[in-house]
Antibody, heavy 121, light 103 residues
Framework: EVQLVESGGGLVQPGGSLRLSCAAS????????MSWVRQAPGKGLEWVAN????????YYVDSVKGRFTISRDNAKNSLYLQMNSLRADDTAVYYC??????????????WGQGILVTVSS | DFQMTQSPSSLSAPVGDRVTITCQAS??????LNWYQQKPGKAPKLLIY???NLETGVPSRFSGSGSGTDFTFIISSLQPEDIATYYC?????FGQGTKVEIK
């Protein structure tokens, strides 16, 4: 059974840092692109970042470029999101998601339960 | 910038009714359109990929169609457990979501 379990969320002050982790199990982690998707309170879904199977390609939504860093450790079956210079509008539930690619399209076929990040003084 | 425009933003229908949600892409995306269901307090769940392919285990009352820029998601007979917000997605863009309630 595929499982994705996020950890590391919490309350942080504006300008602070936080590192999210996602522990993957039930599949060959190193064979899949992985993503972070977030959802601000009462709002819709927003893709944040994704990373290639080997970690050599990374992409970010414009609003987090230069502040967030996605990484992975295939030996530990783990995905990470280092978040620096946090702002109030980064407050959201952050989901770890597996990316499946089928004939030219990508979609998120498994999701973690989500972890809340609150940026507030 | 690429955009997905989803409508309506919310709807209310009786149990057993047919429910239709649409998603319009800002440019041709072939059939590369996916649909998710998110129940309150839960993670999203993939329902349909590539416009019309039902994910394994998803009930057959859910369906999708379309290509190019215009796509449709249908619940053929609304059930109480279908109360959720539904999102379309292409690449790294999500639609705004449609909240479905029972009338």
């Amino acid at each position: 059974e595929v499982q994705l379990v996020e950890s590391g969320g919490g309350l942080v002050q504006p300008g602070g840092s936080l590192r999210l982790s996602c522990a993957a199990s039930g599949f060959t982690f190193s064979n899949f692109w992985m993503s972070w998707v977030r959802q601000a309170p009462g709002k819709g879904l927003e893709w944040v970042a994704n990373i290639k199977e080997d970690g050599n390609e990374k992409y970010y939504v414009d609003s987090v470029k230069g502040r967030f860093t996605i990484s992975r450790d295939n030996a530990k079956n783990s995905l990470y999101l280092q978040m620096n210079s946090l702002r109030a509008d980064d407050t959201a539930v952050y989901y770890c998601a597996r990316v499946r690619a089928v004939a030219g399209t990508d979609f998120f076929d498994y999701w973690g339960q989500g972890i809340l990040v609150t940026v507030s003084s | 910038d690429f955009q997905m425009t989803q409508s309506p933003s919310s709807l209310s229908a009786p149990v057993g009714d047919r429910v239709t949600i649409t998603c319009q892409a800002s440019h041709d995306i072939s059939n590369y359109l996916n649909w998710y269901q998110q129940k309150p307090g839960k993670a999203p769940k993939l329902l349909i990929y590539d416009a019309s392919n039902l994910e394994t285990g998803v009930p057959s009352r859910f369906s999708g169609s379309g290509s190019g820029t215009d796509f449709t998601f249908i619940i053929s007979s609304l059930q109480p457990e279908d109360i959720a917000t539904y999102y379309c997605q292409q690449g790294w863009a999500f639609g705004q979501g449609t909240k479905v309630e029972i009338k």
